[in-house]
């Protein structure tokens, strides 16, 4: 009898997840089909003159052991935060999370393969940008965050909130309904809806509540306040102790420490990458999918186009989907009853586009004259397209060539086919470049140079066509050898770690001979902890 094979589309978390727990716990061959020529999805690293992009930002935390373990197993962690024993050099146990309530990390050996191959602990730090000052994010009340609010501002805020806690709207239609709901119409206005329209790119009343189920679950005003009192007024240590835990009732939107590969996060996906390669498995570059076969609620094969034209088929008796819905259902051979295909049509994706600009320094510092400390800047100002910024430097110095540049990353929002998506690397810089300038972050005349990277499909929208994504899910899960996972693959805009525990849980369903999938969309709806990026 010859092997059975499973293939798998997409080269991302999902896809290589599902790739390596196959290698490692079945006798299924695995084989990867990706339709670019870069490893890791959208958790690729880009490499520019020696400076490399993380596309989106990923901080490696999960409040999933499973996960952790996985991680930690293929890149163990500095030797500078800990020493082989689980113990840092003090002799204290590596722990990881929030003010007053912390995991412990599982050891790992002492030497790592690969010195360059490990995780970092790294601090994690975000703010607002609004009014051309920082502010704390999540909103913290600080007195600083008062003062730059200005007293009118406050009073409104808090009469607001008050109003939104005593009447609040009955039904949570809308992410706007959702986040008025925890935080007051004026509190939303300052800090939420422009950010999130040019996310989005549409007002946030159109947008269904289950992005922010989903995203922001359980963050509201009043934890953030519960927040600061935990983080100002802590308990004993004996306290402390007994809520090792506990970590796993707050938001990841809190977080203090992450893990982070030196390299970026492809370096890790590229490790695995390799072992499936050694463990018979295949991955192959540059084959995009075009035809999925089907014939009696089975996939058969799979067919992609390679570069020189060439139309290779591989036969299936698996398939693990992380590829677009949307183009999945083009792709199969017999089309799709008329009522999933129009669904399917009516999904939206938001794109994104990334500048990254190498500058001598910055115009803004902290308090005390040193660089920014920030992984990530939203910029909530209307008077620029720009969302957010990254400080490459501060997710790992590894990912500068020079250490005394600054190396960050301008994301920009937009839809394929909008006049952005549509400028020429030059025009993308100028407007990244101005823009920046703009808003007083950094000078022009101290770039030093600049790379573009465009990304489709980035983010699976929660409007269109999307309430009626039961029929499509009802027709797929019929297809009995067919897995979706992954963002994209489920169009759930899921984190890195729960992309991955769909693809463990695929997995198990195989070696447990479940047929039912539900146990895979459960994932992300009812799960511990949801994080806002």
Same mark, same amino acid.
């Given at each position: 009898?010859?092997?059975?094979?499973?293939?798998?589309?997409? /080269? =991302?978390?999902?896809? %290589?997840? $599902? &790739?390596?727990?196959?290698? !490692?716990?079945?006798?299924?061959?695995?084989?990867? @089909?990706?339709?670019?020529?870069?490893?890791?999805?959208?958790?690729?690293?880009?490499?520019?003159?020696?400076?490399?992009?993380?596309?989106?930002?990923?901080?490696?935390?999960?409040?999933?052991?499973?996960?952790?373990?996985?991680?930690?197993?293929?890149?163990?962690?500095?030797?500078?935060?800990?020493?082989?024993?689980?113990?840092?050099?003090?002799?204290?146990?590596?722990?990881?999370?929030?003010?007053?309530?912390?995991?412990?990390?599982?050891?790992?050996?002492?030497?790592?393969?690969?010195?360059?191959?490990?995780?970092?602990?790294?601090?994690?730090?975000?703010?607002?940008?609004?009014?051309?000052?920082?502010?704390?994010?999540?909103?913290?009340?600080?007195?600083?965050?008062?003062?730059?609010?200005?007293?009118?501002?406050?009073?409104? /805020? =808090?009469?607001?909130? %008050?109003? $939104? &806690?005593?009447?609040?709207? !009955?039904?949570?239609?809308?992410?706007?309904?959702? @986040?008025?709901?925890?935080?007051?119409?004026?509190?939303?206005?300052?800090?939420?809806?422009?950010?999130?329209?040019?996310?989005?790119?549409?007002?946030?009343?159109?947008?269904?509540?289950?992005?922010?189920?989903?995203?922001?679950?359980?963050?509201?005003?009043?934890?953030?306040?519960?927040?600061?009192?935990?983080?100002?007024?802590?308990?004993?240590?004996?306290?402390?102790?007994?809520?090792?835990?506990?970590?796993?009732?707050?938001?990841?939107?809190?977080?203090?420490?992450?893990?982070?590969?030196?390299?970026?996060?492809?370096?890790?996906?590229?490790?695995?990458?390799?072992?499936?390669?050694?463990?018979?498995?295949?991955?192959?570059?540059?084959?995009?999918?075009?035809?999925?076969?089907?014939?009696?609620?089975?996939?058969?094969?799979?067919?992609?186009?390679?570069?020189?034209?060439?139309?290779?088929?591989?036969?299936?008796?698996?398939?693990?989907?992380?590829?677009?819905?949307?183009?999945?259902?083009?792709?199969?051979?017999?089309?799709?009853?008329?009522?999933?295909?129009?669904?399917?049509?009516?999904?939206?994706?938001?794109?994104?586009?990334?500048?990254?600009?190498?500058?001598?320094?910055?115009?803004?510092?902290?308090?005390?004259?040193?660089?920014?400390?920030?992984?990530?800047?939203?910029?909530?100002?209307?008077?620029?397209?720009?969302?957010?910024?990254?400080?490459?430097?501060?997710?790992?110095?590894?990912?500068?060539?020079?250490?005394?540049?600054?190396?960050?990353?301008?994301?920009?929002?937009?839809?394929?086919?909008?006049?952005?998506?549509?400028?020429?690397?030059?025009?993308?810089?100028?407007?990244?470049?101005?823009?920046?300038?703009?808003?007083?972050?950094?000078?022009?005349?101290?770039?030093?140079?600049?790379?573009?990277?465009?990304?489709?499909?980035?983010?699976?929208?929660?409007?269109?066509?999307?309430?009626?994504?039961?029929?499509?899910?009802?027709?797929?899960?019929?297809?009995?050898?067919?897995?979706?996972?992954?963002?994209?693959?489920?169009?759930?805009?899921?984190?890195?770690?729960?992309?991955?525990?769909?693809?463990?849980?695929?997995?198990?369903?195989?070696?447990?001979?479940?047929?039912?999938?539900?146990?895979?969309?459960?994932?992300?709806?009812?799960?511990?902890?949801?994080?806002?990026?």
């Amino acid at each position: 009898m010859s092997q059975q094979q499973a293939i798998i589309i997409g /080269a =991302g978390p999902a896809g %290589l997840t $599902a &790739a390596l727990e196959l290698v !490692r716990r079945t006798e299924i061959r695995p084989i990867v @089909l990706e339709a670019t020529n870069a490893i890791g999805g959208l958790s690729r690293t880009v490499e520019y003159k020696g400076n490399r992009m993380d596309i989106g930002g990923h901080r490696f935390f999960s409040k999933s052991d499973r996960v952790m373990q996985w991680w930690l197993e293929l890149m163990p962690l500095d030797a500078s935060a800990r020493n082989g024993t689980g113990s840092n050099r003090n002799g204290e146990a590596v722990q990881i999370g929030y003010h007053g309530r912390q995991r412990e990390l599982p050891s790992t050996p002492s030497a790592p393969e690969d010195p360059e191959r490990v995780m970092l602990l790294r601090p994690r730090r975000s703010r607002i940008y609004f009014l051309r000052r920082f502010f704390d994010y999540p909103i913290r009340l600080t007195p600083r965050t008062l003062l730059n609010l200005g007293p009118v501002r406050t009073l409104h /805020a =808090g009469l607001s909130y %008050l109003r $939104a &806690a005593i009447l609040p709207r !009955r039904e949570e239609r809308t992410l706007e309904d959702f @986040l008025v709901n925890r935080f007051g119409h004026q509190l939303y206005r300052l800090f939420f809806e422009s950010y999130t329209e040019k996310v989005w790119g549409v007002p946030c009343n159109k947008i269904g509540a289950e992005w922010g189920a989903q995203r922001i679950k359980g963050l509201s005003l009043r934890g953030l306040v519960h927040h600061f009192f935990k983080s100002h007024f802590r308990r004993p240590p004996s306290a402390q102790n007994a809520e090792t835990i506990a970590q796993k009732q707050l938001e990841t939107s809190l977080i203090e420490q992450f893990l982070y590969p030196k390299l970026g996060p492809g370096q890790l996906w590229e490790h695995v990458a390799e072992l499936v390669r050694q463990g018979n498995g295949e991955v192959h570059l540059g084959l995009p999918v075009d035809r999925v076969v089907v014939g009696q609620d089975r996939v058969t094969a799979v067919e992609a186009i390679a570069s020189d034209g060439r139309r290779m088929s591989f036969a299936a008796d698996y398939v693990f989907s992380t590829m677009p819905v949307q183009e999945l259902i083009r792709a199969f051979s017999t089309p799709a009853p008329e009522d999933v295909q129009s669904v399917s049509e009516g999904l939206v994706y938001r794109d994104f586009i990334t500048v990254g600009l190498l500058a001598s320094k910055l115009a803004v510092h902290e308090k005390d004259g040193s660089q920014l400390r920030d992984n990530w800047i939203y910029i909530q100002e209307p008077d620029v397209q720009v969302g957010r910024v990254q400080i490459f430097n501060n997710w790992s110095p590894a990912l500068v060539a020079d250490e005394k540049t600054v190396w960050m990353g301008l994301e920009y929002f937009c839809y394929e086919g909008d006049a952005i998506w549509k400028m020429s690397d030059d025009e993308m810089i100028a407007l990244a470049s101005e823009e920046i300038a703009r808003i007083g972050i950094l000078r022009s005349e101290d770039i030093l140079d600049a790379h573009v990277v465009r990304v489709p499909k980035t983010y699976p929208a929660y409007f269109g066509s999307y309430d009626q994504f039961d029929r499509i899910r009802d027709y797929t899960d019929g297809i009995e050898n067919l897995f979706l996972i992954g963002r994209n693959g489920m169009h759930k805009y899921n984190n890195q770690d729960h992309s991955m525990l769909t693809a463990m849980t695929a997995v198990d369903n195989i070696e447990r001979g479940i047929t039912d999938k539900s146990n895979l969309w459960s994932i992300n709806t009812e799960m511990e902890y949801n994080e806002e990026k």
